[in-house]
């Protein structure tokens, strides 16, 4: 059994205690902002998971977990401008590095254990916060069961790179709170 989510507890809570995160849990966030966002976890999951099905790394978890579709279906029904909003520093920086774990199943594991039980865990409760349908929380089947599905992916070793992908939502969600978005709304 692996004690990832005991070795990386730290860097968890620190992620969670963003000013983002009490925004998008107060049910008040700009559509905009919460848009920016889903723009930049699509560049993500888009990456992340396309490695991860190439690795062979869904094939035995019970439900289709991949979120890129859903976040882009979300991302599309707030955004109505004609220019794509900006890609904050964090995401070009974590695009970078996963080009370094491309052949690492294990990183690329502790990525998906990281956003996708997130999104499993605590994104059940933004779900029912933000704008828009939110269907990027919207799994088909247990989620119960695909959390376990994953945990058992998971080992220790996956520490160090799970703690860098909490810091690169850390880092996305300070910059997304230092974004200007007036520039949206006009």
Same mark, same amino acid.
């Given at each position: ?54 690795? *062979?790394?869904?094939?035995? +978890?019970?439900?289709? !977990? =991949?979120? #890129? ?9 707030? &955004? ?60 088909? *089947?247990?989620?119960?069961? +695909?959390?376990?599905? !994953? =945990?058992? #992916? ?9 703690? &860098? ?22």
């Amino acid at each position: 059994m692996s004690n990832l989510k005991e070795l990386t507890w730290e860097h968890h809570k620190n992620a969670e205690r963003q000013e983002f995160v009490k925004v998008l849990m107060s049910g008040k966030i700009n559509p905009y902002l919460y848009a920016i966002y889903l723009w930049n976890q699509h560049k993500k999951y888009d990456l992340l998971e396309a490695l991860a099905m190439a690795h *062979g790394l869904l094939a035995d +978890i019970p439900a289709d !977990i =991949r979120r #890129k579709q859903k976040i882009e279906n979300d991302f599309l029904e707030l &955004w109505d401008k004609a220019e794509a909003p900006v890609i904050v520093p964090s995401t070009e920086e974590y695009i970078v590095h996963m080009k370094d774990k491309i052949a690492d199943p294990d990183a690329l594991m502790a990525h998906l254990y990281v956003l996708h039980m997130g999104d499993l865990s605590g994104g059940q409760m933004i779900k029912k916060r933000v704008p828009g349908s939110g269907t990027m929380y919207d799994f088909d *089947g247990d989620i119960n069961s +695909i959390k376990e599905s !994953i =945990r058992t #992916k998971t080992n220790d070793s996956m520490a160090e790179e799970a703690k &860098w992908v909490f810091e690169s939502a850390t880092k996305l969600f300070q910059e997304l709170m230092e974004l200007d978005i007036e520039h949206y709304l006009e």
